[in-house]
C-alpha cells in the first residue's frame, strides 16, 4: 500500500526512468538510460482502426529478430492528436515522428534507426523534415501552438501501467491535497484558477464544488460524466485511454473537497477500450491503496463504480445522466434542485466532464495561478478541440484559450485542401453554431463564441469549405438532434421535428419565402421554452447557419436552388455539348433512362426523368456533365 | 408500435443460470437495471419478453419499467439479428426503379419487416440509406455481397444461395 | 416555514418558502394554465404551457416545478409568454388527433379548453408527421388512443405509483415516444388490474371507459325487459359535478329522480347490497375469529384490488372475504329473491349497476357471479355514463326533485352508505361485528380512527374481551406496504380494509374528471367524504343488521348470515394469476 511518503519515491524513480521520453538530446545526462531507445506506438481507438496493432508486431518482431530487447523499448502510448496521419510511431530520444507507418517499413525503422542511428528520413512526417535538418514533431505547424494539459499523459506514458502514470507526477495531486491542504483550500485553488466545465455550458467548476461542499449531507457522490455524444468529439475517449488514471485521481480529489465517498464514472458502452482501461485502473488504485478505505494512509476513504450508458446523446444532460445512472430512463427533469443539491438517488453529487476533471492534478500541482496564466479573462487555461472536416491535419489539439480560429485552422489543421475557400467551423456540435470567415480572427472562448452566436460545447470543430451547403449542414445536425430528442417536453419533442421537415422542405425544393419566417420563429420558441439545454439548443445550428447565410436560405426557399451543389432535389444535371463526344456511357448508365443520344452525336438529359444520381457525371470521361 | 414477428426464444440452460448470475450480484446494487440489461443482452445476444420478464421478476420491477428503458436506449436490442443480413438500398435511385416492390417481396417471402429477424434466425431484413451505387440500381445487399440492377423475380433465386 | 418576498407581474407579495411559482401565483389570484401538472401525481415540467417570465432567467420557466425563492420577480401575462404557450399548444396540437366533435371528452377536454383561451387560430399551423398509433380495445372496461395522447403522463405516473401496476409507461423515445405497454401488449394482456385511475387524470380523450350505455337504452326499449338499477353509494356524492354542481353536493334524491325518468322499472340501491355484504363479511370475520380461520380477512368489495392481490399476493388470497361485492349479491338477491317475489323469469331481468368504478365492469365478467345461473349484473355503468344518459335524455338533473328509492331493495342504513369512503367498510363491519362478538349494543357508531384520506389507516378496537386490531389502505401502492408489512411478521392485524383507489370509491375511476385547474387546488377525496359522512349522520338507521329490509331477506330466504344458501349467492372464490398477463 502506498502512502504519501514512498509514493514520492516512487515518483522520483520512475520520472528517470521515463526521462528518455521528455529528452530531446541523445545523451543527455540527467536521463537515466536503462534503455537505449523508447518507441511510442499510438494505441489509442483511432489508430486502432488505422491498423496500429500491425506496427507494433511488426516493430516486436524486428526488434526480436535483432536481439534488441535490451536496448529498444517499445510502448503502446495514447493519442498523439494527429489522427489524420497514424498509425505513428515515435521514436526517444529525440522524439522522432514517423506517421502513416506500414507495417513494412518497419524493419528499416528497426535497422536505419534504432540500429544504425540514423532516422529514416523518407518515413518521416515530411513536416519535421526540411532538407538535411530534422526538427522535433513538437516544433511543428501542428504542435507549436498546442498547450498541452489535460492531454499531457497522452502519447507519453502506458496508459495501463500505474507506475507510468506516476512518473509522470501521477497521483501527486491527490497526496497534496490530502496531505498538505484542507478541503477549503483544495475547493479555492480549484476555484481561483478560473477553470470551467468542459463539457458544454462552462459553469466554473469551483463554483460547483464549493456548492456541493456546502449541502448538508450524511451521503454524497461525485460523477464523472464519460457520456462524451457529440458527433466528431473524442477528446474524453481520448483522455481516458491515455492517462485513466487521471479521472480517477481527479474524482478522488473531489471526492475529499465535497466530502463523498463514492464516485460514479458514466461512460458510454461504444467506447470498449476505454472502459476497460478505466477497469484496470480502478482495479490497479485499488490494490496500491489510491481508492477505497484509507487512501495513501491518510484515513481518507473514496471508491468508483463504473456505469455504462447505452447510446443516448441526451445522458450528457447532466439530470439525464443521473437519471440513467439510478436506471431509468434518461430523461432531464428541470432544475431547481440541482444535483449539488439533489443528484443521484436524490442525493448531493458533483458532476463534472471527463476533461474538466483532467484539469485537476495540474491545477493542485502547480497552483491556481498557473492555470490563470493562461488563457482570456474569463476563459482560462486550454482547451482540448476534435478537429475534422475539411481541413488537412485532424485529430485532437489542445490550445490555450484566446486562440483565434484562423490559427486554429491555417496554422494547426494546415489550412483547407485541395484549395478551397474556408467557408465555416461549427463548434459545439449539434448544439452549437457555425463560425464564418467573418470571424475567423475572434479569439476562442466562452463567451466570445456565446456572443457570435456558437457555443464551446464539449470541443467538436468540424471545417466546412465552400463545398459544404448551410442549409444541408443545418438539416444534419438537427436531424441528429430529432433522433436523440428524449421525447419528454413538447417544444422539443414536436418542435424539432416541424423544424426538420421545414428544412426538408427547403432541400426538396418545396419551400417558399415564408418558411423562412416560420424557421426562424419556431427556433426562437424551441430555444426559450424547452425542458433542458438539449432542446434549448437543439436551433443552434440553424439559427446560426440561417444568420450568417441567410442568402443560401433564401436560394432553397425562393429561388428553389442550392449554391453549393449539394441539395440534389435542387439541381440540374446538363450535358455541356461542345464536351459531349457522343460515347454512349452516361446513357448506359443512366437508371432511368433519362440521357438520350445517338453514337457520336451530342447527348441531352430529360430533366423529367433524371432523378440526380449522378452516376452519369462519375462515368463522363470528357467531363461534359455538370449540375448546378 | 406494431406487431412485430414473434421470434420464438431460444435460450439455453446455461444462458438463464448466467443471467441469474448477474441478476443476483446485481440485485442490491441501487439503480443497477441498466447493468443488468447491457449484461442480459451480452448472454443473449438481444432482450427478448422473456429476458426481461426474469429481470423484471429479479429486481422486483415492472416489466414495462424494464421495456421503457430498453426503448429508450439505442444500444438495446428487441430483436436478433439473422444469420444472413439482407439490405435494400432505399435510395432514391434504387427506390424509383423497384426498390420498394423489392423490399414489400423480402417482407412477404421472409415474413418480416425493416430490422426484424426470422423465427429461425436465418434472416435479419433492412431497409438502408442510399449506399451510393445508383448505377446498380436497384440494389440489395446480402452479407456484404451487392446484387444489382435485380427485379423481383430474381429474389428467390439469390436467397437459395444462402439457403 | 419561512417566508419570502416576490413580485408578480410588478406588484409585492408575500409567500411561503418552498411552494412552486404556480402555487404563489394562484394565492395571488391569478391562474396559471398547465397541461402536464397534476398535484402530487405528475410534476415533470413537460408539456411547458405554464411558463413564466423570471427576471434574470434566460429562457421561460415552467411555474409548475419552480420554486419561489425571495426577490424573484415573476411575469405571468407578457406577449413573449402568451405568444409562447399558444405555439406550444399548437406544437402539441399538430400530433394530436383533432375529431373534437365525436371526442369523449369534447367540452371537458383540457387541451381544448386552453386552445380556446389562447387563441389558436389554426390548428394545422404546424402539421408534419404524425406518430403512428392503434386504438387498443384488449381490455373489457376501457380504450386506450393514443392518437389523442399528449404525452402528459399522468396516467404511468397513478399506474405506477399510487398504483404499483405500471403495466402502462413512456416507450421509445423523441418524437417516437407514446404511452403504452412491454412489448407492445394491450391492456387486455397486461396484468392491468381495471382501476380506471388512468382515466381520471387523462387530460384529454386518449383514455376512456368503453361506454356500455348503448346497451341500457336498449334494454329500457325492449318491453320484454324488467330493468333494475342500483347506483353504488359513492354516485350520490359525485354525480353533481357531472352537471356543474360544486365538489362534495349530496344529490341523493335528484340522482333517484334521475333514473327513474330514464325509465327504470326499479330504481334501487347498492346501499341495500352493501348492508348485506356487512352482514355476511362480518359473520365471516365472527366466524374465523371464534373457529382460528385465515386472519387477517382482507375485505373483497374492491375488485382492482381482488385482481392485483390475484397478480401479486397469490399467497394471500385466503384472506381474502369470500363474499361478493355489495352490487354483485344485489344482483344476485334480484335475480333470486325478487325475480321469485315478483314472478319474474331471472333471464328477463337486467339488473344495471351504476358504479364510480371502471373494474366493475370486468368483476361482472368473473367467474362465479352467477347466482340464478345468469349473470348476476348485467351492464355496469359508470358515474360518467349515467351522467351522459341524463344529458341525453334532456334531463334538467339540478332542478329535478328529490325522490325516494323503491322500496323494498332500496332501502338502506349509513353503514351501507359509507362504504363510498376509505375506512367505511371497516367502519360498517364493525358496527355489527362489534355488537355480535359483545353481545351488546354499541355506545357510539363513530370509529373515528379509520376515517379520513390517509392512505395507511391503523387502530384497536376493544371488542368484549378481545383487542381487535385493524387497518385500512387506499391506493395500491399503500396496500402493497401494508400488506408486506403483514407478510414479515412486522405487523398483525385482524381485520384489513383494502380499497384500490386512494379514498376510496368516491374517488374511483369511474367518477366524474375534474380538469387539473380543480384537481390542483380542490382535496376532491376529502370534500367528497366529507359529505359521505354527513349523510351516515343523518339517517336514522346505522347499522347494517338493523336494516329491516336486510332482517327481511334473511327471514324469508336466505336464513341466517353465512347459511349454505347465502353462501350459494353471496360468496365467490378467487384464482391466483401471473404476475406480467391478464389471467
Not at chain 1, 529514416?120 to 513538437?138: D, R
Not at chain 1, 496531505?179 to 475547493?187: A, G, L
Not at chain 3, 376501457?142 to 405509483?161: A, E, F, G, P
Not at chain 3, 374465523?288 to 380477512?297: A, C, E, T, W
Amino acid at each position: 500500500m502506498l502512502t504519501v511518503e514512498n509514493l514520492k519515491k516512487l515518483r522520483d524513480e520512475q520520472r528517470l526512468k521515463m526521462g528518455i521520453r521528455f529528452s530531446l538530446e541523445k545523451n543527455d545526462p540527467a536521463v537515466m538510460m536503462d534503455y537505449k531507445y523508447n518507441v511510442l506506438v499510438c494505441g489509442d481507438t483511432g489508430c486502432l482502426t488505422s491498423g496500429c496493432k500491425a506496427i507494433i508486431d511488426a516493430l516486436n518482431e524486428s526488434v526480436t529478430k535483432h536481439k534488441l530487447e535490451k536496448d529498444v523499448n517499445i510502448l503502446t502510448v495514447g493519442c498523439f492528436g494527429i489522427c489524420s496521419l497514424g498509425p505513428i510511431v515515435i521514436v526517444y530520444p529525440g522524439g522522432y515522428f514517423y506517421g502513416e507507418c506500414k507495417a513494412e517499413e518497419m524493419e528499416r525503422v528497426v535497422t536505419e534507426h534504432l540500429m544504425g542511428d540514423t532516422p529514416v528520413k523518407e518515413l518521416l512526417y515530411k513536416e519535421t523534415v526540411s532538407g538535411e535538418e530534422i526538427i522535433p514533431f513538437a516544433q511543428t505547424g501542428f504542435y507549436k501552438k498546442q498547450e498541452r494539459n489535460a492531454l499531457r499523459n497522452c502519447g507519453i506514458i502506458e496508459p495501463d501501467n500505474l507506475n507510468e502514470y506516476i512518473g509522470n507526477d501521477g497521483y501527486m495531486a491527490l497526496a497534496k491535497a490530502l496531505s498538505e491542504m484542507t478541503r477549503d483550500e483544495v475547493i479555492k485553488t480549484v476555484r481561483d484558477s478560473g477553470l470551467r466545465g468542459r463539457g458544454g455550458g462552462g459553469f466554473p467548476t469551483g463554483l460547483k464544488w464549493e456548492f456541493t461542499r456546502k449541502v448538508q449531507s450524511e451521503q454524497k457522490y461525485v460523477a464523472c460524466n464519460a457520456d462524451e455524444g457529440d458527433p466528431g468529439a473524442f477528446m474524453d475517449r481520448a483522455i481516458i485511454e491515455g492517462a485513466p488514471h487521471v479521472v480517477v485521481e481527479a474524482m478522488a480529489i473531489a471526492g475529499y473537497a465535497v466530502g463523498a465517498d463514492h464516485g460514479y464514472i458514466y461512460i458510454r458502452a461504444e467506447y470498449p477500450v476505454a472502459v476497460k482501461r478505466l477497469e484496470r485502473a480502478i482495479k490497479n488504485a485499488r490494490e496500491r491503496g489510491l481508492l477505497g478505505k484509507n487512501i495513501l494512509g491518510t484515513g481518507y476513504n473514496f471508491d468508483i463504480e463504473i456505469r455504462l450508458g447505452a447510446g443516448a446523446f441526451v445522458c450528457g444532460e447532466e439530470t439525464a445522466l443521473i437519471a440513467s445512472i439510478e436506471g431509468k430512463r434518461g430523461e432531464p427533469r428541470p432544475r431547481p434542485p440541482y444535483p449539488a443539491v439533489k443528484g443521484i438517488f436524490g442525493k448531493p453529487t458533483l458532476l463534472n466532464n471527463v476533461e474538466t476533471y483532467a484539469n485537476i492534478p495540474p491545477i493542485i500541482l502547480r497552483g491556481a495561478d498557473w492555470f490563470a496564466s493562461m488563457g482570456t479573462k474569463k476563459s482560462k487555461g486550454s482547451k482540448v478541440f476534435a478537429i475534422g472536416g475539411k481541413v488537412t491535419n485532424t485529430g485532437l489539439i489542445e490550445v490555450p484559450m484566446g486562440i483565434t480560429l484562423r490559427e486554429v485552422v491555417e496554422e494547426i489543421g494546415g489550412g483547407v485542401p485541395g484549395g478551397k475557400k474556408f467557408k465555416a467551423a461549427q463548434t459545439g456540435g449539434p448544439s452549437g453554431g457555425c463560425i464564418p470567415d467573418i470571424h475567423y480572427d475572434v479569439p476562442i472562448d466562452y463567451d466570445n463564441l456565446v456572443e457570435i452566436g456558437s457555443m464551446m460545447g464539449s470541443g467538436g470543430l468540424i471545417v466546412m469549405d465552400e463545398d459544404n451547403c448551410m442549409v444541408d449542414m443545418a438539416r444534419f445536425f438537427l436531424d441528429f438532434t430529432v433522433d436523440e430528442s428524449c421525447g419528454k417536453c413538447a417544444p422539443c419533442r414536436i418542435g424539432t421535428k416541424r423544424l426538420l421537415e421545414l428544412l426538408d422542405k427547403l432541400i426538396e425544393g418545396k419551400g417558399e419565402a415564408a418558411d423562412l419566417d416560420k424557421i426562424e420563429e419556431l427556433c426562437q420558441h424551441i430555444n426559450v421554452s424547452s425542458l433542458c439545454a438539449l432542446g434549448q439548443t437543439a436551433s443552434n445550428p440553424v439559427i446560426s447557419m440561417m444568420k450568417y447565410f441567410r442568402d443560401e436560405y433564401v436560394a432553397h426557399a425562393v429561388d428553389h436552388k442550392c449554391p453549393s451543389g449539394v441539395c440534389k432535389d435542387l439541381l440540374t444535371y446538363f450535358i455541356i455539348a461542345e464536351k459531349c463526344i457522343g460515347c454512349t456511357l452516361c446513357a448506359r448508365v443512366c437508371p432511368t433512362n433519362a440521357i438520350s443520344g445517338k453514337v457520336k452525336e451530342k447527348h441531352i438529359i430529360d430533366p423529367d426523368k433524371c432523378i440526380k444520381c449522378g452516376v452519369c457525371v462519375e462515368k463522363c470521361k470528357p467531363g461534359a456533365i455538370i449540375r448546378k | 408500435m406494431g406487431t412485430a414477428v414473434k421470434i420464438p426464444f431460444k435460450g439455453t440452460a446455461q444462458q438463464k443460470s448466467e443471467l441469474y448470475k448477474v441478476i443476483e450480484e446485481n440485485a442490491n446494487v441501487r439503480g443497477a437495471l441498466m447493468t443488468v440489461l447491457q449484461k442480459a443482452q451480452d448472454i443473449y445476444g438481444y432482450l427478448p419478453i422473456q429476458v426481461q420478464e426474469m429481470i423484471a421478476d429479479g429486481l422486483g420491477l415492472p416489466l414495462e419499467d424494464i421495456y421503457g428503458v430498453v426503448t429508450f436506449y439505442a444500444q438495446f436490442s428487441l430483436y436478433p439479428r439473422g444469420r444472413n443480413i439482407v439490405s435494400v438500398c432505399m435510395g432514391t435511385a434504387c427506390y424509383v426503379k423497384g426498390a420498394g416492390d423489392l423490399y414489400n417481396d423480402l417482407c412477404e417471402r421472409l415474413k418480416i419487416k425493416d430490422g426484424e429477424c426470422t423465427p429461425d434466425g436465418k434472416w435479419s431484413l433492412d431497409a438502408c440509406r442510399c449506399v451510393g451505387a445508383c448505377g446498380l440500381a436497384p440494389l440489395i445487399i446480402i452479407n456484404g455481397d451487392p446484387y444489382g440492377r435485380i427485379s423481383v423475380s430474381d429474389i428467390a433465386e439469390i436467397l437459395k444461395k444462402y439457403d | 416555514m419561512g417566508t419570502v418576498n416576490i413580485k408578480i407581474n410588478g406588484v409585492s407579495y408575500t409567500a411561503n418558502q418552498g411552494i412552486t411559482v404556480l402555487e404563489a401565483v394562484r394565492e395571488a389570484g391569478i391562474d396559471i394554465p398547465t397541461l402536464c401538472y397534476l398535484r402530487g401525481v405528475s410534476e415533470i415540467g413537460a408539456c411547458r404551457i405554464c411558463l413564466v417570465e423570471i427576471k434574470g432567467q434566460r429562457g421561460l420557466v415552467a411555474a409548475c416545478v419552480s420554486p419561489v425563492a425571495d426577490g424573484m420577480e415573476i411575469t405571468t401575462t407578457s406577449p413573449r409568454i402568451m405568444d409562447a404557450r399558444k405555439k406550444n399548444l399548437e406544437l402539441i396540437l399538430s400530433t394530436h388527433n383533432k375529431k373534437c366533435l365525436s371526442c369523449v371528452r369534447s367540452g371537458q377536454c383540457e387541451l381544448q379548453d386552453l386552445s380556446q383561451i389562447y387563441g389558436v387560430e389554426d390548428e394545422d399551423r404546424y402539421a408534419g408527421a404524425i406518430p403512428e398509433s392503434e386504438i387498443d380495445q384488449t381490455a373489457g372496461h376501457m380504450y386506450r388512443d393514443n392518437s389523442k395522447c399528449i404525452l402528459c403522463r399522468r396516467c404511468t405516473v397513478v399506474c405506477s405509483q399510487d398504483q404499483d401496476v405500471g403495466v402502462i409507461g413512456a416507450n421509445e423515445r423523441g418524437f417516437k415516444t407514446y404511452i403504452g405497454s412491454a412489448f407492445d401488449q394491450g391492456l387486455g394482456e397486461t396484468a392491468c388490474v381495471g382501476c380506471g385511475q388512468c382515466i381520471v387524470v387523462c387530460p384529454t380523450g386518449a383514455l376512456s371507459e368503453k361506454d356500455h350505455s348503448g346497451e341500457v337504452w336498449a334494454a329500457l326499449s325492449d318491453e320484454t325487459k324488467h330493468v333494475v338499477v342500483q347506483p353504488a353509494p359513492a354516485i350520490r356524492f359525485t354525480a353533481g359535478e357531472a352537471f356543474g354542481m360544486p365538489v362534495g353536493s349530496n344529490v341523493k334524491g335528484k340522482m333517484v329522480a334521475a333514473l327513474r325518468r330514464l325509465g327504470f322499472d326499479a330504481v334501487f340501491d347498492t346501499e341495500f347490497g352493501a348492508d348485506l355484504t356487512i352482514m355476511e363479511e362480518a359473520n365471516e370475520f365472527v366466524e374465523r375469529i371464534k373457529n382460528g380461520g385465515v386472519l387477517p380477512i382482507i375485505t373483497s368489495c374492491s375488485p382492482s384490488w381482488v385482481k392485483y392481490a390475484e397478480h401479486n399476493f397469490p399467497e394471500m388470497l385466503p384472506n381474502l372475504s369470500t363474499c361478493k361485492s355489495p352490487h354483485q349479491m344485489f344482483g344476485a338477491i334480484v335475480k333470486t329473491w325478487y325475480a321469485q317475489k315478483n314472478g319474474i323469469d331471472a333471464k328477463n331481468i337486467v339488473v344495471v349497476s351504476v358504479m364510480p368504478c371502471t373494474a366493475k365492469k370486468l368483476e361482472k365478467e368473473r367467474d362465479d357471479q352467477n347466482a340464478a345461473g345468469v349473470p348476476d349484473v348485467d351492464i355496469v355503468l359508470t358515474t360518467r355514463e349515467f351522467a351522459n344518459m341524463v344529458k341525453k335524455a334532456g334531463i334538467d338533473f339540478v332542478g329535478l326533485p328529490d325522490e325516494n328509492f323503491d322500496d323494498p331493495l332500496g332501502q338502506a342504513t349509513g353503514a351501507g352508505t359509507i362504504f363510498g369512503a376509505t375506512g367505511g367498510v371497516m367502519e360498517a363491519s364493525l358496527r355489527t361485528a362489534s355488537e355480535w362478538i359483545a353481545g351488546e349494543e354499541l355506545k357510539s357508531v363513530d370509529f373515528h380512527e379509520v376515517r379520513g384520506t390517509k392512505g395507511i389507516k391503523e387502530a384497536t378496537y376493544k371488542i368484549g374481551d378481545l383487542d381487535v386490531n385493524v387497518a385500512v389502505a387506499s391506493g395500491l401502492a399503500n396496500a402493497h406496504q401494508l400488506l408486506e408489512k403483514v407478510k414479515s411478521g412486522e405487523k398483525d392485524y385482524h381485520f384489513i380494509e383494502i380499497m384500490a383507489c386512494k379514498g376510496g370509491c368516491v374517488n374511483g375511476g369511474g367518477q366524474p374528471i375534474q380538469p387539473a385547474s380543480v384537481y390542483n387546488f380542490v382535496d376532491l377525496r376529502g370534500e367528497r367524504a366529507k359529505t359521505v359522512y354527513r349523510q351516515d349522520a343523518d339517517t336514522p338507521l346505522r347499522k347494517s343488521h338493523e336494516n329491516p329490509s336486510i332482517k327481511k331477506l334473511y327471514s324469508d330466504f336466505l336464513g341466517k348470515p353465512g347459511s349454505h344458501k347465502a353462501h350459494e349467492l353471496l360468496h365467490t372464490s378467487y384464482k391466483p394469476r401471473s404476475k406480467h398477463g391478464w389471467d
